[in-house]
């Protein structure tokens, strides 16, 4: 049989919120894993403790109380006069950004703060025990930022004159009513965007907006697998399924409101290095 994977869920500390820790502990086991709940107020040494005793694969510590910079360390600490550090330790709960690379430096594996998923977690935790399992891939670079434009023709000089970038190529993409100036920067490009009919969603756009950044896009190199994890993670997608864009590409566009406003797309070029 398989060994379910075991969780210790700690609350170290006075704190008294539990209500997370209680969502995460359910959430895992809805998960098919085996979580162990030390309950409230409890010292780093009987969380280390307990750790080791009950042979769990992964340490989950939550606090509210703002005492994180302490605790979470402490309980490292604890594991390793146990001879137990190799047990990776999670944190989550009300934890300022700031604070963040700092728990990182000392060993915490990562944060998950308010308003994390729990699909997420429980992959991230898969992941963090199974290295066969398939880790959620980073874009690897920024694609294009596109930048909508009533006119290629008027604002291209600013790029390649005032800028000195260079003009790659211009292509019209039909199924999305747009012609594209893509300006080479680096190991990414500009795209102007020009609006072909009153349909585009480019038009609609500038005349919402008016001229500016459209769309941010970044590179994948699996669009299909990319954009699953996204809908599994509960993350609002516009596209659904992959469709074709500009200069031999698939791409999906994420909702801005999964991302503070910002359209995203992601995109895969038929050659990687594009
Ligand atoms: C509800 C609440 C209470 C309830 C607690 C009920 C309970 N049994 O949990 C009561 C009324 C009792 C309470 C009391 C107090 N509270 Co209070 N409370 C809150 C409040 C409003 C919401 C917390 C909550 O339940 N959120 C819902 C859960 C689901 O979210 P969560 O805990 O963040 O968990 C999510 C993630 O963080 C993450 N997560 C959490 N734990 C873990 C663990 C792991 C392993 C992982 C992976 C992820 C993870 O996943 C969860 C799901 O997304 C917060 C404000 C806030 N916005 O957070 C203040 C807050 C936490 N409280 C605060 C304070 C100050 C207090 C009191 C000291 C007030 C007082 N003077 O008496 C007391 C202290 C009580 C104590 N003994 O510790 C402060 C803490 C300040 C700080 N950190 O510096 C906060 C932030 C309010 C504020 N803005 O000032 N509180």
């Given at each position: 049989?398989?060994?379910?994977?075991?969780?210790?869920?700690?609350?170290p500390g006075l704190d008294g919120h539990d209500r997370g820790a209680l969502i995460i502990a359910q959430a895992l086991r809805d998960?098919?894993?085996?979580?162990?709940?030390?309950?409230?107020?409890?010292?780093p040494a009987q969380i280390?403790?307990?750790?080791?005793?009950?042979?769990?694969?992964?340490?989950g510590l939550s606090s509210l109380s703002g005492a994180h910079r302490t605790l979470f360390p402490k309980v490292l600490e604890e594991l390793k006069h146990r001879d137990a550090i190799d047990i990776p330790v999670i944190g989550g709960g009300v934890i300022p950004s700031e604070d963040i690379p700092y728990l990182i430096d000392q060993g915490i594996r990562k944060i998950f703060t308010s308003g994390s998923s729990t699909e997420v977690l429980a992959d991230y935790i898969q992941e963090l025990i199974d290295p066969k399992t398939?880790?959620?891939?980073?874009?690897?670079?920024?694609?294009?930022?596109?930048?909508?434009?009533?006119?290629?023709?008027?604002?291209?000089?600013?790029?390649?004159?005032?800028?000195?970038?260079?003009?790659?190529?211009?292509?019209?993409?039909?199924t999305e009513g747009v012609k594209v100036a893509f300006i080479n920067l680096g190991e990414s490009r500009l795209e102007l965007l020009e609006p072909l009919n009153d349909t585009s969603p480019i038009r609609r756009f500038l005349d919402k907006k008016g001229e500016g950044i459209h769309h941010i896009a970044l590179e994948v190199d699996d669009i299909k697998t990319r954009l699953e994890q996204l809908i599994k993670q509960g993350v609002k997608v516009i596209?659904?399924?992959?469709?074709?864009?500009?200069?031999?590409?698939?791409?999906?566009?994420?909702?801005?409101?999964?991302?503070?406003?910002?359209?995203f797309e992601i995109c895969q070029h038929e050659k990687s290095d594009n």
């Open positions: 049989m398989v060994r379910k994977i075991r969780v210790l869920v700690a609350k998960h098919g894993m085996e979580v162990i709940y030390t309950g409230l107020r409890q010292s280390a403790q307990a750790a080791v005793q009950e042979d769990v694969d992964v340490i398939k880790p959620i891939e980073k874009p690897k670079k920024i694609a294009h930022i596109g930048i909508a434009v009533e006119n290629i023709d008027n604002s291209l000089s600013f790029y390649t004159d005032a800028l000195g970038l260079e003009l790659e190529a211009v292509e019209q993409v039909e596209n659904e399924k992959p469709k074709p864009g500009a200069n031999n590409s698939q791409i999906a566009f994420i909702h801005p409101k999964a991302a503070s406003g910002v359209l």
